[in-house]
């Protein structure tokens, strides 16, 4: 996630060594490196908190969104406050045992980010093709999260093993500086092709199948949209083809905030361990290139809860109870019109059906609430049986990625 190679920003023959106390990103990279772990701290810490203690979040998308806020609070906790100091400090203070664990972590918390990310957009995909699998699969999403981090754990392992401190004289001066870098001594191919592989696996191959799967996702809902009935179009139908497009838009938001994250950063690397010349023509341009993508990495570990806040009302309420000491209620109040007693099934609850036994003449209404919006719109559903009725409260389940979806609250 860092720069791994020499840390000294004038490399090239001819450039003079700049002192660090006489350069610029010696005060800023600090600066933004304690906003992004307060930032990342809080938010994330919000999310891994709401998760667990609430059960009716636990759903497929928000185990996977637990997964990666796990993984952005491990970097942020390990990682930012050793690497924040490599443009501050013109050697690596912190020793050898470090170095291995901020290497792996980084590399961890890369690979689980990355690799959630394929999975909740497959996940998305796949609940909208069949939104009622995920009713025979409710711990399939636990199971792909454990094999995430065994898979992340597993290709961190070099990181691990190799990473280490070295030594190094700067040239035409007595300057010796430590540095911190996963790459073996003697193996000179090591890190042009570890560089390309981590290209390849972190960045190149997700994106090429994650857009896969927004490709046949957008096939899908526009034929979804043309086959639906006639009766349902400007009703329940197309609220809920509304719902599932919101929803693989918020995917959607963490994939394109990833790929603007890491895209300097794979560039720089990429060029200076593939271009032979890349030493001799680094400068000025390519050393911010090197600072943007080495703040740029890092700020991904932080964004995705404000991205939440911003655009789930669900979320944004449990964050504002918990970081703003706002103790409102969390979930819109049923009208009881029709009834003695009103039940509300929430957007984020797993249960999916209510079965009422008394007064089998009665109507049914199902109002939908949408938070963050004061439209509301009514469907009436009834059903007479000698025995009772029986309710099917049927929810779109591409609707549990954030807790946005409709409000049903159930009056008899």
Known sequence: ???NHTLTPHNSSDSEYVPYEDRLDTYLVPVIFAIIFIVGVLGNGTLVIVYIRHRGMRNAPNTYIFSLALADLLVILICVPFVSIIYTLESWPWGELICKISE???????????????ALSAERYCAIVNPFRKLQLRKLPLVCATFIWGAALIFAAPAAIFSKTV?????DTNITIVYCTPYPDGW???????TLAKAIIYYGLPLLVIAFFYSLMAQRLLASTREMPGALHGGQGEAQAKARKSVACMVLIFVIVFFICFLPYHAFELWYHLDPTAQDEYNDWTHALRIMGFCLSFLNSCVNPVALYCVSGVFRQHFNRYLCCR???LHPTCSSRLSRTAVCETSFRST????????PTESVVISNYDYGSTKKKSNIISRNSGDGVTIMSIRDTNDFLTGDS???CINR
């Not at 000179?188 to 570890?194: E, F, I, Q, R, T």
């Open 104 to 118: 792996a972590a980084k590399d961890v918390s890369i690979g689980v980010s990355v690799f959630t990310l394929t």
């Open 352 to 359: 999916h059906r209510h079965r009422c036994n008394r007064n």
């Open 1 to 3: 996630m860092f720069v």
């Open 188 to 194: 000179h191919n090591y890190p042009k092709w570890m």
């Open 327 to 329: 103790r409102g209620s």
């Open 406 to 408: 409709d409000e049903k």
């Open 167 to 171: 030594a190094t004289q700067l040239d």
